[in-house]
């Protein structure tokens, strides 16, 4: 029987069968190659539950081997990764419970049961319809819950690096602080070893995250309750970028070589919409219908974008008139055959990969300023959201009240008595303010050469 050292493990290659190699130094303890390569540990020995007859054989897996060594105060878990230390480490501890009469089978369960990373699936799985395929990949049902998706990102990313092994009896608001500190000043790493993005903003999502599942548990449980956090949410800087006529000329015109990213990001503007729930607009959501005009105007038919609840942030849904040129951008997006996606790149799935056409699409706008002046610079970092606030700011400037934009924008205006109550849906009033905003961005995209006067907003003005 061998004493295992990483010098002689590093040797050990695959056979086309599993093989073991007990370990002299320490009894009990074998080293199981796969045909794969990974080296895991496993223990085999005798559970007697009641301290008496021959007993139940047991072949109990640990954890994957690793040759770095943690240090004589690790304390390793079953399932971390081992080195030989810790596994000497851990297995003298489960054989020392199983003399005691402590099934370690059980144990682990109950003690992953008792962990944060366990909450955490049941709430993915309970509460966000969370399925997960042999091959790892997970998916939604955003009926149940629309953000699980995102949840899902901040929790693999950044919140079970940290806290996944963790007892929920771990979680303390010391613990918690710590973590938002870290994370907040871009220092957290994942379990790559990377760093993970950080910042004030994904500090103060990760703890809303983790709010969020303590408090649910607590609503699971008679006999736990959650922490306060009160006093850790960082202070944010609010964006507040506007794009320039200058900048929304440039990149109207870097928009119309993208293709369905393009169509999207000219769309976005014209209609205020969020990114979310333009890019996922399907046809049938497009329909034609009547708008009832105020002050004695007449019925007419009218393009309007009838949001569902189900995609609608505030779950409710959302009826937005489409003006002329939010039509026209429509038609002129790329078709595919049996596609209902207004934009999609390849006619089975809604665009997406934004950072990448962001990306070329900013490299476009350099390409145009260099046109101008070979020593040019970038326009100054924005967003795609930024488009929803630069039309939200082009609507004040054609006169449209402030609650109209507002309504444009798809936000709840009024108290929930209001909201209860007051079922018009100010189509008309709507359909008024995109027009206004259209012909504005038509000015500022053809270089400001036609002046348009706006008459006085409908339903009056400010």
């Known amino acids: 029987m061998p004493l295992l050292t990483n010098l002689s493990?590093?040797?050990?290659?695959?056979?086309?069968?599993?093989?073991?190699?007990?370990?002299?130094?320490?009894?009990?303890?074998?080293?199981?190659?796969?045909?794969?390569?990974?080296?895991?540990?496993?223990?085999?020995?005798?559970?007697?539950?009641?301290?008496?007859?021959?007993?139940?054989?047991?072949?109990?897996?640990?954890?994957?081997?690793?040759?770095?060594?943690?240090?004589?105060?690790?304390?390793?878990?079953?399932?971390?990764?081992?080195?030989?230390?810790?596994?000497?480490?851990?297995?003298?501890?489960?054989?020392?419970?199983?003399?005691?009469?402590?099934?370690?089978?059980?144990?682990?369960?109950?003690?992953?049961?008792g962990t944060f990373g366990f909450v955490a699936r049941k709430y993915f799985t309970d509460v966000c319809g969370m399925v997960e395929a042999a091959d790892g990949k997970v998916t939604f049902n955003r009926a149940m819950k629309?953000?699980?998706?995102?949840?899902?990102?901040?929790?693999?990313?950044?919140?079970?690096?940290?806290?996944?092994h963790l007892s929920l009896a771990a979680i303390d608001k010391a613990t918690v602080r710590e973590f938002v500190e870290t994370l907040a000043a871009g220092e957290l790493r994942n379990n790559d070893g990377k760093l993970a993005r950080g910042g004030p903003i994904s500090a103060n999502r990760a703890l809303a995250f983790v709010r969020m599942l303590v408090r649910?548990?607590?609503?699971?449980?008679?006999?736990?309750?959650?922490?306060s956090f009160l006093g850790l949410a960082k202070h944010e800087n609010v964006r507040e970028r506007i794009l320039s006529d200058d900048e929304i000329r440039l990149i109207w015109k870097a928009a119309g070589d993208l293709g369905a990213f393009g169509s999207l990001v000219k769309f976005l503007l014209v209609s205020c919409a969020r990114r979310s729930?333009?890019?996922?607009?399907?046809?049938?959501?497009?329909?034609?219908?009547?708008?009832?005009?105020?002050?004695?105007?007449?019925?007419?038919?009218?393009?309007?974008?009838?949001?569902?609840?189900?995609?609608?942030?505030?779950?409710?849904?959302?009826?937005?008139?489409?003006?002329?040129?939010a039509v026209q951008i429509l038609d002129e997006a790329p078709k595919f055959e049996s596609c209902k996606l207004f934009f999609s790149a390849d006619g089975v799935h809604p665009v997406s990969a934004f950072s990448r056409w962001?990306?070329?699409l900013d490299q476009r706008v350099l390409e145009e300023l260099r046109?101008?002046?070979?020593?040019?610079?970038?326009?100054?970092?924005?967003?795609?959201?930024?488009?929803?606030?630069?039309?939200?700011?082009?609507?004040?400037?054609?006169?449209?009240?402030?609650?109209?934009?507002?309504?444009?924008?798809?936000?709840?205006?009024?108290?929930?008595i209001q909201q209860t109550y007051d079922v018009y849906d100010f189509a008309a009033e709507k359909l008024d303010a995109f027009?206004?905003?259209?012909?504005?961005?038509?000015?500022?995209?053809?270089?400001?050469?036609?002046?348009?006067?706006?008459?006085?907003?409908?339903?009056?003005?400010?």
């Open 371 to 416: 046109k101008q002046d070979p020593k040019a610079q970038p326009l100054q970092p924005w967003t795609l959201h930024d488009l929803r606030r630069t039309g939200r700011s082009l609507l004040s400037k054609t006169g449209v009240r402030p609650d109209i934009s507002e309504m444009c924008l798809g936000h709840l205006v009024g108290n929930s």
């Open 435 to 462: 027009e206004r905003l259209a012909r504005l961005i038509q000015v500022i995209t053809t270089g400001g050469a036609n002046v348009v006067q706006f008459p006085a907003a409908a339903g009056g003005s400010d």
């Open 9 to 113: 493990i590093s040797k050990l290659k695959p056979k086309p069968e599993r093989f073991e190699i007990p370990d002299s130094g320490c009894k009990n303890l074998v080293l199981i190659i796969q045909p794969s390569g990974i080296k895991s540990w496993a223990l085999r020995f005798r559970f007697k539950r009641n301290g008496a007859g021959k007993g139940e054989a047991i072949k109990y897996t640990i954890g994957r081997y690793t040759p770095l060594t943690k240090g004589a105060s690790a304390d390793p878990r079953v399932g971390d990764d081992l080195s030989i230390h810790d596994a000497h480490l851990l297995a003298q501890k489960i054989l020392h419970d199983a003399r005691r009469g402590i099934d370690p089978r059980k144990q682990a369960k109950q003690e992953e049961e």
């Open 277 to 325: 729930e333009a890019s996922g607009m399907t046809h049938d959501e497009v329909t034609e219908a009547k708008v009832q005009w105020t002050h004695g105007k007449a019925e007419i038919s009218q393009v309007v974008w009838m949001l569902p609840g189900a995609r609608s942030k505030t779950n409710k849904p959302l009826i937005r008139p489409l003006s002329k040129l």
């Open 146 to 164: 629309k953000s699980g998706k995102d949840l899902w990102r901040t929790w693999t990313r950044q919140v079970e690096p940290v806290f996944g």
């Open 216 to 227: 649910w548990r607590e609503r699971q449980s008679d006999d736990y309750r959650a922490p």
């Open 358 to 360: 962001k990306k070329q």
